[in-house]
């Protein structure tokens, strides 16, 4: 008895020795602003560091304010435990303050200055703001429980490109609207305002069009799924679909987050899952069958039916209602055209419209031209603006369309900003998040080139053969996370983590850059994946 009676008091006193330490007032661990990306400027002001610990308020005044201060203090009691209160009235010290009143600023920029007694975040916007306190947030490096000690400093900041983006697959496999929710969370710690989210191919169609029903009906479940590249099949019904109440509250979610969701609806081809729906508006008129493997089929939508265009026009109506975004993806990318040289109507309608091949462009290619030049009309009468896949340029596409450019000059891609297109850089050479990192690995896309994490830092999305003005048409960079062989979301996180890490660099830090110091940051920020419970691929 006396010996049990010991040991419990053993315990007790460990346990009491335990608590202390942990709750114990007076520790703090010291921020440092070498975070990812890494801010533009920081000038130390040598005086004593900010304090923050349970009993610091923010000070938020307007409601963007308020949402950033709420965003802040989650992320705060994530790390250190603690949960800051937010005030609209100035306490005398102790406080960081949120304002968006440096108007004359770049967009998205901040300044944030820590004094002894408070920090201030000066956005220009409230997504600089957003910005400022991502920093604050990334500056801590450990210390669960502990107050944090801001070295006394002002640090200036602001994006290289105003379009930084990030791209999921939600067709080849689906993730639920939670997941998605992760993934904008993800996004936002890496200072990404825009999501490109892949909502229609072959094998699904995931976004409710009230008008068109059958869509979701039908076009969102394939029968089975392909084994890997072995030709066999599962016969496991897999699919799933976002509904437009789901959509409207991801939207809301990301924008909170100071995230633009852009949809890409992708056409004429990667649309047999409409096809399936609706039969009547391909060429053959079917049968059609949700795909049930990867790669790309000949079946699209039929050009010469004056019904697909009512269909794309319904389609499209209701995206551009359910998604406030001004640029709006129509794909676009690999179309082979076989179907519409043998179709009578679309033979009728290249006749009916005067195509012709020419140096540019075949005849087919400009009846491609004519499909996207119409959704491109409807949305710009809604004040919207199309982006789509670099095809889009060998079909004939003027230069109101942004170009997302995806392929090298080996593959046929040609570069957009040459040629006074904007354009968003996200060559499969190096920012496709599903390709391997390296050989050996056993997730993602094996078939395909590598694409280890140097690489990713490595890529220069300016040539310095640029002119000035071929330079400014180049508004932005994107990893892309297609799905094919990615069928959890934890997986989605390892293939993006940390290649993400070093796509924010190269989307918001000016060139050059040194990798080995991005290195030493990253070490530290893989404790936030840790923190937030992201998976990710350890450093080799
Ligand atoms: C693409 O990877 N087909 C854009
Ligand atoms: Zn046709």
Not at 6 to 33: F, H, K, M, T
Not at 239 to 259: F, P, S
Not at 377 to 400: C, H, M, P, Q, S
Request: proline share 5%.
């Amino acid at each position: 008895m006396g010996k049990i009676s010991n040991i419990i008091r053993g315990v007790v006193s460990i346990a009491v020795i335990w608590l202390a330490a942990s709750c114990a007032p007076g520790q703090a661990v010291e921020a440092d602003y070498n975070v990812i990306p890494l801010p533009h400027s920081v000038r130390s002001s040598g005086s004593d560091p900010f304090r923050m610990s349970a009993s610091t308020t923010v000070v938020a005044v307007d409601s963007a304010q308020v949402v950033n201060a709420e965003l802040f203090a989650e992320y705060i009691k994530t790390l250190t435990g603690f949960r800051l209160k937010i005030t609209d009235r100035m306490p005398s010290e102790n406080y960081i303050r949120l304002a968006a009143s440096n108007e004359d600023a770049a967009p998205e920029s901040y300044r944030i200055t820590v004094a002894s007694d408070s920090i201030v975040v000066e956005g220009a916007d409230a997504a600089g703001t957003f910005y400022g306190l991502q920093t604050l947030r990334k500056a801590i490096r450990g210390g669960r429980g502990d107050d944090v000690l801001y070295p006394a400093a002002v640090i200036e900041d602001g994006p290289r490109f105003s379009y930084r983006g990030g791209h999921l697959d939600c067709v080849r496999h689906f993730f639920p609207a939670d997941s998605v929710k992760t993934y904008i969370d993800i996004l936002a710690l890496h200072n990404i305002n825009r999501f490109h989210w892949h909502l229609t191919d072959d094998q699904g169609w995931r976004i409710e069009i009230r008008s068109l029903p059958e869509l979701t009906k039908k076009g969102s479940v394939r029968s089975g799924t392909i084994i890997g590249n072995s030709g066999q099949y599962d016969s496991v019904p897999y699919g799933g679909y976002y509904t437009q109440t789901e959509l409207r509250d991801i939207v809301a979610y990301a924008a909170d987050r100071h995230i633009t969701v852009i949809p890409e609806i992708d056409l004429p081809g990667h649309m047999v899952a409409a096809l399936t729906s609706y039969p009547s508006l391909g060429c053959t008129g079917g049968p059609y069958e949700v795909y049930r493997r990867w790669g790309v089929t000949d079946d699209i939508l039929c050009a010469g039916n004056d019904s697909v265009y009512v269909f794309l026009d319904k389609v499209f109506d209701e995206v551009a209602d359910v998604f406030p975004s001004e640029l709006i993806h129509i794909g676009g990318d690999e179309v082979p055209h076989g179907k519409w040289e043998k179709c009578p109507r679309c033979q009728a309608k290249i006749k009916e419209l005067g195509l012709k091949d020419d140096a540019r462009s075949t005849a087919v290619q400009k009846l491609q031209n004519h499909i996207m030049k119409h959704v491109s009309d409807r949305l710009a009468a809604k004040g919207r603006r199309v982006i789509g896949w670099d095809e889009l340029i060998d079909n004939g596409f003027d230069t109101t369309a942004v170009i997302m450019s995806w392929r090298s000059p080996q593959d046929g891609g040609q570069d957009g900003a040459a040629f006074g297109y904007k354009t968003v850089r996200v060559p499969n050479t190096h920012l496709y998040f599903d390709y391997q990192y390296a050989e050996g690995d056993t997730i993602g896309a094996p078939y395909w080139r590598k694409i280890p994490l140097d690489s990713v830092y490595a890529y220069n999305p300016i040539p310095k053969c640029f002119t000035a003005e071929q330079a400014a048409n180049v508004i932005g960079v994107q990893g892309n996370v297609w799905t094919e062989f990615i069928p959890s979301f934890r997986e989605v996180q390892y293939m993006a983590l940390p290649r993400m890490a070093a796509l924010a660099e190269l989307q918001w830090c000016d060139s050059p850059k040194d990798y080995e110091a991005f290195l030493v940051r990253l070490k530290y920020f893989l404790n936030l994946y840790e923190e937030e419970g992201y998976n990710y691929r350890p450093l080799d």
